[in-house]
């Protein structure tokens, strides 16, 4: 009866593992502390990134300057950067925001002008008029939306590849930033038609994860591309459709996978996710967290042990301590 119980959950055959229970669910609502912000005003599509001693925020709304800057352990506010416009040293549509923690340098995608720009973190902090450098021009018929910034010549990003006027392609690579070459990983599901993802990576473990947005599916590949599992969930299918949604932006926190999840109708006007799902790193589900907040993004304080959230509800930010 026991082995009947655990091959009803999980079924794992190599590289295939089916996950069709994922019930174990603690309610951290309690647990979310707001963090508050009263020195500057951030509007509700904003981005978060973390780099040595400081929470950097990206407000994609703001008509001022685009990015601000916190110390993460007291959320205490700092200064502001980066001012929203055509102009040369301006940013004229706002991408990601990488981080180079050896040099204390982080790097700002300008989709508009499609270039990249470098901003020295201790000249921002010390002086509020800097003028950043611009750090490399991209190739707009194949540019990274998001990626983990290892040196110069090797980042590991999310590819996009237009493909006529509406649609375009995703896709895991290698990514040097000083000459532009990308190397895509070898691995595809052969089953997804159309693929929309999110990615994580980690060098530490050799690993990066991809979250499908429509399919009930995260796969977890070596750094050469190489498949180390697929793990389906309860409602996987290999339909081509996006009527519901599933995985959101995955974090690597020490040995473990977390991942906002949806699994929610993406029609019902309601696009937020208030949990997360925690796996080890080899895909094994442990548990859900529910915080009963609509969360927009989050990263991972591995000094403090805790994700820190943009939310969409009554309170803006906060933090989650993983004890």
């Not at 700002?108 to 021009?137: M, R, W």
Request: charged share 25%.
């Amino acid at each position: 009866m026991l082995i009947v119980i655990c091959l009803g959950c999980t079924n794992n055959a190599g590289t295939e593992v089916y996950q069709s229970n994922r019930d174990e669910i603690i309610n951290v609502h309690k647990k979310v502390k707001e963090i508050e912000i009263n020195d500057v005003l951030i509007g509700s599509q904003s981005r978060l990134y973390l780099m040595d001693d400081y929470l950097i925020i990206s407000d994609h709304k703001s008509f001022d300057k685009l990015i601000h800057i916190f110390n993460k352990n007291n959320f205490k506010y700092l200064t502001s950067t980066a001012y929203k416009g055509e102009g040369p040293d301006e940013i004229a549509i706002m991408g990601h925001i990488g981080t180079d923690e050896i040099n204390r340098v982080f790097f700002v995608s300008d989709h508009g002008k499609q270039c990249i720009f470098a901003y020295n973190l201790d000249s921002v902090l010390a002086d509020s008029t800097y003028i950043p450098t611009e750090k490399i021009k991209f190739d707009e018929r194949r540019f990274p939306s998001e990626y983990e910034y290892i040196n110069d010549t090797l980042c590991f990003g999310r590819m996009i590849e237009p493909i006529g006027n509406s649609d375009f392609k995703p896709s895991v690579a290698k990514w040097n930033m000083k000459t532009g070459k990308v190397i895509s990983m070898k691995y595809e599901h052969p089953q997804i038609e159309k693929k929309r993802m999110m990615f994580a990576v980690s060098v530490e473990h050799r690993i990066y994860v991809e979250c499908y947005s429509y399919h009930d599916l995260m796969t977890i590949c070596n750094l050469n591309g190489e498949l180390k599992y697929n793990v389906y969930g309860p409602n996987w299918d290999n339909r081509k459709s996006n009527k519901i949604s599933y995985y959101g932006k995955p974090v690597i926190c020490n040995d473990r996978i977390i991942v906002s999840y949806s699994g929610d109708d993406n029609h019902s006007g309601d696009n937020y996710t208030t949990k997360f799902l925690v796996f080890n790193i080899n895909g094994d589900y442990l548990h859900t967290l529910e915080t009963g907040y609509r969360i927009s993004d989050f990263c991972f304080d591995k000094e403090n042990n805790r994700i820190i959230m943009c939310l969409d509800d009554e309170i803006q930010f906060a933090y989650l301590v993983l004890d």
